[in-house]
């Protein structure tokens, strides 16, 4: 039982979490934004590997070898019966041909063509920033206007509106409750997916540490402690809301993109507002708010006390005579709710507290003004 | 004479109560104007007007020449209006060095990709944090720089609040709400004094709501009273404080 803590998939889960946890730790633990429509966000890198990725990659393909995607088109029409789809792209994104097209043609495809592959990576993140991007004005719209608990309100609503309602409904956008394959990439496309989202991950936490010991990680904290002091003192706090937002949601995004790598066959609610918004907000709650280090270690702790708990989910479930009831199928849920409630209780700051953001050596300073009334 | 500050019929309601009732207060520029009047008089109302923390509804708010009624407040700030508030709201999860140091404002380093570019703001971070260690020197919070707002005494709260208000860089106008009550008396006068001093060698502006008018008196140069939402008197500090009408404000209330 010791090796699946250090297996491929687990350690792209953590890194994915980590990353999110650092995320949302800028929104909720620094800038006090209570971000509860996190998982959104986190799909929109997902969706731009699979209901916009295969798109891009059938039509990349198309432009490419036309005869080939002609027969390939020609092939699929003869196994699906009835199919309405004009190109390969229509193809690509439908539910009932997605698969054969993207193992069958564009995987192989795009593993032999090394340039093109590079270059639909490079294409896919930017159409995840960009998403990201997209999402994240639509949010800072209502944050710049909405105060904290209606802020979260909104959030986890418009977050559940597009990963429950709008992608899980509509099957042309993203597959819907059939779920698309995503467009993967090399011939190992987990070491791919794991190297992603570490070196993710590793910059994630630099590009965080870097801006909490900044006067932007002042200025945050200084926003979330006392709204209407900030502005008095000049700062715009619509701007700042909006910058911390957008920053958060391009790091999510991207964190969704190379999740999506490993997992390849999902639906919008692989991303739901349990795993990808109440998970992370357990773990920086447990590790620190505005501590980055928190955040990743709440992340390790949380995620290995989690697997250690499904683990064992069945004898615990039999020993709490739960049978095969529905309690016990959510057990994870009720542990995880209970976790957050007992870490409020005992450990309000978090493992690791808030730090005051390093600017300069202000010992030296001190050491050197001496001051009119020293 | 000219004013920095010049309010007009300032009218603001809390559902039936006027707490300003057509206040015309002008500042001169250069100067040090108190603003007195017992407790509900609507002082620091007017200061929350004048500051944009509140929408008046009605009157103008006339600033440097600018009509700056509908504007928020972080834009009156970077027009040179600075402001205090009476019940310190300080920045808890801050360092008193921190609170004091975030009151200048135009940091190049406050972007999420300036940020961590520090070549780009060491040098106003420096002078930043350099004045913000002078002006907690004088106010005596020096040896509890790295401490949080939680962490001090009521009075130490109101003089971090005075360490704030006095690190914008060159403001046209600072609004002081009571900067000394809870301080203790020689202190009271040294920050006083220190007012003074901006005033003389900068031509700074101050106008200063004020309890203790025995230590404020002497270092002002123009008065203004307030009851029920009203001004009731103008004028030299110590001519309006033998106002009857100022008097029987303070005695009726």
């Known amino acids: ?374 | 004479m000219d004013y920095i500050l010049e309010a007009h019929d300032l009218v603001k309601k809390f559902g039936e109560l006027r707490a300003l009732d057509g206040v015309t207060i002008r500042v001169p520029r250069g100067m040090v104007t108190l603003l007195i009047g017992p407790n509900g008089s609507g002082k620091t109302t007017f200061i929350n007007t004048v500051s944009g923390v509140y929408k008046p509804d009605a009157g103008r708010v006339i600033f440097d020449g600018e009509d700056i009624t509908d504007l928020p407040p972080h834009e009156r700030f970077r027009k040179g209006l600075v402001r205090s508030f009476q019940v310190p709201r300080l920045f808890t999860g801050l360092t008193v060095l921190e609170n004091t140091a975030f009151a200048r404002y135009g940091n190049p380093g406050e972007g999420v990709i300036s940020g961590i570019l520090k070549k780009i703001w060491l040098g106003f971070e420096t002078q930043t944090v350099r004045k913000a260690v002078r002006l907690i020197s004088f106010t005596k919070l020096r040896h509890l720089w790295d401490k949080r707002p939680g962490e001090l005494s009521g009075g130490q709260m109101k003089l971090l609040e005075v360490s704030r208000v006095m690190m914008p860089d060159q403001p046209k106008l600072v609004l002081m709400d009571e900067p000394t009550s809870g301080v203790f008396p020689s202190l009271a006068h040294e920050i006083f004094r220190y007012i003074r001093r901006l005033r003389e060698e900068y031509g700074m502006t101050f106008l200063i709501v004020e309890h203790r008018l025995d230590i404020a008196v002497e270092y002002a140069d123009y008065a203004y009273a307030m009851a029920y939402g009203k001004v009731v008197a103008e004028g030299k500090p110590r001519e309006v404080l033998e106002n009857p009408k100022v008097i029987e404000s303070y005695l009726g209330g």
Request: hydrophobic content about 55%; overall charge neutral.
């Open chain 1, 1 to 374: 039982m010791s090796v699946w803590i250090f297996s491929d998939a687990f350690l792209i889960t953590l890194f994915s979490f980590i990353t999110v946890a650092i995320s949302l730790n800028l929104e909720a633990g620094f800038t006090g934004i209570p971000n509860f429509g996190k998982h959104v966000f986190v799909f929109v890198g997902a969706f731009a590997a699979q209901g916009i990725g295969v798109r891009i990659a059938a039509w990349i393909y198309e432009k490419v070898e036309p005869q080939a995607a002609q027969q390939a088109l020609e092939h699929l029409r003869s196994m699906v019966p009835g199919a309405t789809w004009k190109s390969l792209v229509g193809a690509a994104a439908d539910v009932d041909a997605n698969r054969i097209v993207v193992n069958n043609y564009l995987r192989p495809f795009f593993v032999s063509h090394v340039g093109l592959e590079a270059l639909l990576v490079v294409l896919l993140l930017v159409v995840t920033v960009a998403l990201a991007l997209f999402f994240g004005l639509i949010a800072s719209y209502a944050a710049l206007r909405l105060k904290e608990d209606y802020l979260a309100i909104l959030l986890l609503s418009f977050a559940e509106l597009m990963v429950m309602v709008l992608f899980y409904q509509s099957q042309s956008l993203n597959g819907g409750n059939q779920g698309l394959w995503a467009i993967t990439f090399t011939s190992d496309p987990v070491k791919f997916a794991l190297i992603g989202s570490g070196a993710l991950a590793f910059i994630s936490y630099l590009y965080a540490e870097r801006l909490a010991n900044s006067p932007m990680g002042r200025a945050m904290r200084a926003v979330r402690d006392d709204d209407v002091a900030a502005s008095v003192f000049g700062r715009d706090i619509a701007v700042i809301r909006l910058k911390v937002i957008l920053v958060s949601s391009v790091l999510a995004g991207l964190a969704g993109f190379f999740f999506i790598q490993n997992a390849a066959l999902s639906t919008s609610m692989t991303f739901n507002r349990v795993i990808w918004t109440f998970l992370p907000w357990a773990m920086i709650i447990l590790g620190g708010m505005a501590n980055n280090l928190g955040a990743v270690v709440g992340a390790i702790v949380f995620l290995i006390g989690k697997r250690l708990f499904e683990y064992y989910q069945i004898p615990i479930s039999n020993a709490l005579h739960l049978g095969s009831s529905i309690v016990s199928a959510l057990l994870p849920n009720i542990f995880i709710g209970i976790f957050i409630i007992v870490i409020l209780y005992a450990l309000p700051q978090g493992i690791l507290p808030e730090k005051p953001s390093k600017t300069v050596k202000f010992e030296e300073i001190l050491e050197s003004e001496q001051g009119e009334e020293a």
